[in-house]
């Protein structure tokens, strides 16, 4: 059985401004890099074989601060880099919704494109890292659309908003990927609170 933990990356300075970010290469801001923390503490039990992150600098801060003091290696891999938004990166919500009021970014990669690559990825994984646990450090639409394909739709893309440093779980087993659990964040100090969503 495949084992891997999903992480969405840790905050950045254009999440808190509410900009899309897209392929943009944002680092994590202060509030980024403690959410990176908490995940350390959280995954410490997990006993991962490797930790595979998204090219882009806030994923991949998020995944060194993960692994600090672990012998794994953090391994890069293209396939999921977060989604090419087009004309749209660097807007708010209001500047896009004014934009684009029909949400059709010019430029923007398709969602089947997105989809592929991200199943592509998925296959390597397994093909790798066959019965590893395995934590994936990833932006939000990419893990939404993970979500989405293995859940065929009930979850992710559209229907899921993944607060940053959450932790999912998918699983391969019987010869097919499951879902776990999604969205937890009851290791963040700043959702601690019931309600506090």
């Known amino acids: 059985m495949t084992?891997?933990?999903?992480?969405?990356?840790?905050?950045t300075e254009w999440n808190r401004l509410g900009k899309l970010q897209g392929r943009t290469d944002i680092p994590l801001n202060l509030q980024g890099k403690l959410q990176a923390q908490e995940?350390?503490?959280?995954?410490?039990?997990?006993?991962?074989?490797?930790?595979?992150?998204?090219?882009?600098?806030?994923?991949?801060?998020?995944?060194?601060?993960?692994?600090?003091?672990?012998?794994?290696?953090?391994?890069?891999?293209?396939?999921?880099?977060?989604r090419d938004y087009g004309d749209a990166e660097g807007m708010t919500i209001e500047e896009r919704q004014l934009a684009f009021p029909d949400k059709n970014y010019p430029n923007q990669e398709s969602?089947?494109?997105?989809?592929?690559?991200?199943?592509?990825?998925?296959?390597?994984?397994?093909?790798?890292?066959?019965?590893?646990?395995?934590?994936?450090?990833?932006?939000?639409a990419v893990i939404n659309a993970i979500l989405a394909h293995i859940s065929d739709g009930e979850i992710g893309s559209g229907k899921t908003k993944l607060i940053n440093a959450c932790v999912s779980s998918i699983e391969f087993i019987e010869e097919?990927?499951?879902?776990?659990?999604?969205?937890?964040?009851?290791?963040?100090?700043?959702?601690?609170?019931?309600?506090n969503l």
């Open 3 to 11: 084992n891997v933990c999903l992480v969405r990356h840790g905050e």
């Open 39 to 82: 995940c350390r503490k959280y995954l410490r039990d997990f006993e991962y074989e490797i930790v595979i992150s998204s090219p882009l600098k806030r994923a991949l801060e998020t995944a060194q601060i993960i692994n600090e003091g672990e012998k794994s290696q953090v391994l890069v891999m293209k396939e999921f880099i977060e």
């Open 176 to 195: 097919k990927w499951r879902v776990n659990h999604y969205n937890q964040i009851t290791h963040l100090s700043k959702y601690s609170e019931k309600g």
């Open 111 to 140: 969602r089947e494109f997105l989809n592929e690559r991200i199943t592509n990825g998925l296959t390597k994984i397994n093909q790798d890292y066959s019965d590893s646990n395995i934590v994936l450090v990833a932006p939000g």
